[in-house]
């Protein structure tokens, strides 16, 4: 299967090739590559132009909607500053109406005064210095070519960048690691300028230019070295970001790098010189003369024909373009070989372990250890372990890992009702209509607090409100009268009426719905005083259940379905229950109910019986069945929402085996949305979109993922229905089940080769496809075979 070429989304522009320092481990100058001697020495206002139109045409192309740039050299700065303004100019004038241009610059500072920081400012170019510490450490290599220090300078430079004035163009400081010079020192001089952030470089080598080590060949000078500044850093409360750092953590939760040195993302990076040739990352010019050539020029290249070079296919190869010694390590998912440069050797190229390879493992390990993250993925406060992680990741889930998702979920929407709360009362002295609900609902006590974050669409609903949108209105003290009431709690407050198709209401979550006549209510207030006690609802002197509502009032409690082991709401009262693209049905007819109980009855016997692998996660997690309107041509409907953990959305079917289906299909989806929500499994950037077999329209990748986990689960309950055989489902479904099966494994590993070709799986997102291929795969040959007689 042929996957298309992933789009370059990261640009280096060469825009001067020479530098006004003389730094001694510099990789243009100083290393293998020097190719910089035969180049322009600043890239031409044409070649400016001719490289942006290249740029927007493979945005376009490819539908970008960020690219990001940054203006390199040598040394950017001498390029002058209106020429660098009308640079910039350029690309957002190409790119408008194409991509957003994200433009940066990495310079040694010398020249930056205030005139320029103006003109950064101005062009929104955000600018990061080099800087190698305290004025020792930094003059160490950065030198001039008279062999005088340049930190005096720099620090000028970078004291006028971080003004305020000028802040909003100041990217952070670029420091390359020399072992000799004191860790904590370098840091805290760094620290000292108050960047946003610190990169700390390891210097650019290979195995035949290996690194200093004083420690000795086998050493791990670097990784000591950055373990002092990792505790020196946490020890300050992590008063910038530490990219190398940062990484390392979101690696080990499952989330994408921040720098192309770490993890198994795919390189999306390409180099446009100052003559226009297209290279690969410069950095390669560590490595041998002409390294980084791809032989191509942005006048005669189109961009695609850069991703087809071999050295940038053998960059995207992730985990199977490792050396054996890589695919085998512990910590190859978040080291990922390290940078490919530092893997070379002279006799076998790049098929190498980083030449760092044991400062990476051990400086990982100690990230890693320090956090406490060894033993679980996690994601905030809440995490799986690998078990849990490993159980969903194979398509299923027990009731423990079905409860971790659910308690994240609960952290989820306590910070969107506290959003809520903000958006919906924005005066602080709570003159708001809804302000005496918020209050209600902050003084709740922790059990009321909890049953109210257990209902599936507080989320929607709280979302709502923080986005200002009303189509799903909702009001506060509804939520906190439906907590009190069903703890026990004790509430009288005044509540709105909302107006909507069937008549004027108020909805209790959890609870049902009063429905008001409109000549029944205080025109003028509009709003209906609701008492909580005992366990009861009580308006106007009536109990709500126990007694007839008073004139002009219907109570219609929320009706639940009950089987064997499960209870389920069939919410068809929520006004947050229109979230799933389909037409929600409004209140079911009482014999429409009791088809819904009837046919949910013998769906769960048959889940529980013939499908149990699936049953546990469902009784831990599903909470609420809506009913949705049929599809007028007589297919089935179903659907799921991402901010309705623990509910589904289905269409009555024709039968119980039909709905035992749907329901395990669905709740697939709750399952991975609330993972999604939990963990990146892919690295977000490949906007591109694939065939799959199950639609015609190509589909976006965090779709096809969603679909491979749903249809892996209904290629398995087809697989069952083969083996259940004929005698029990029936001829003709028996033969149709061992169509199906064949067909959903097929379409199903097809999509997993299609995301795997892309390279934008993360390591935890490696991890998880890997799991499906093998529960995948496990199902082969069931179609041929059908039941076996023992």
Known sequence: MTVAARPFRQFVIKVHSRCDLACDHCYVYQHADQSWRGRPVTMSEETFRRTAERIAEHAAEHRLTRVHVVLHGGEPLLAGRERLRGFARQLRSTLHGVAELDLRMQTNGLRLDDAFCEMLVDESIVTSISLDGDEASNDRHRIRRDGSGSYRDVVRAVHRLGAPAHRSAFGGLLCTIDVENDPVEVYRALAALRPPAVDFLLPHATWEYPPPRPGGETGSDYADWLIAVHRQWTAD??????????????LTRGRGSLTEALGLGSSDLL???????????????????????TGMHIATHRLEEAAEHRGIQARRAGLDGLSAQCRACPVVSVCGGGLYGHRHRKSNGFDNPSVYCADLLKVIEYVQTSERDDAEVRHGWHGLSWTHFDELAAGYGSTAAVRSLAAAQGSQRRALLAAARRADTPDPRGSADSAPGWEAVLALPAAALDVLLADPYLRVWALACVQSVRRAEGHPAEAALSAAVRTGGRLTL?????????????????????????????RRSGTVTVTAADATLTVEGRTLGRERPPDGMIWQPLRHLSAEGLEVALDDLDPARDCYGYEALPRLAEAEFRRWESMFGEAWRLIRTEYPDYAQGIVAGLTAVTPLAPSPTGDDVSATSRHAFGAVGIALPRSAEDLAMLLIHEYQHVKLGAMLDMFDLLDGLDEHRYRVLWRPDPRPLDAIVQGVYAHLAVADVWRIRVRRGAADVGAALHERSRVEADRWRTAVLDALDTVAGTGSLTALGHRFVRGLRGEAETLGGVAETGPVAV
């Open 237 to 250: 409360g992590m008063p910038m970001r530490i990219r190398m750092f940062e990484s390392i953590s979101r």
């Open 271 to 293: 180099v446009v010189e100052t003559d226009g040739a297209v290279e690969q990352a410069d950095w390669l010019k560590t490595a041998y003369p002409g390294a980084p050539d």
């Open 494 to 522: 005044p509540v709105p009426l909302r107006h909507g198709p069937e008549g004027s209401a108020i909805h209790l979550p959890g609870m049902g719905r009063l429905l008001v006549r409109a000549d029944s209510r205080d």
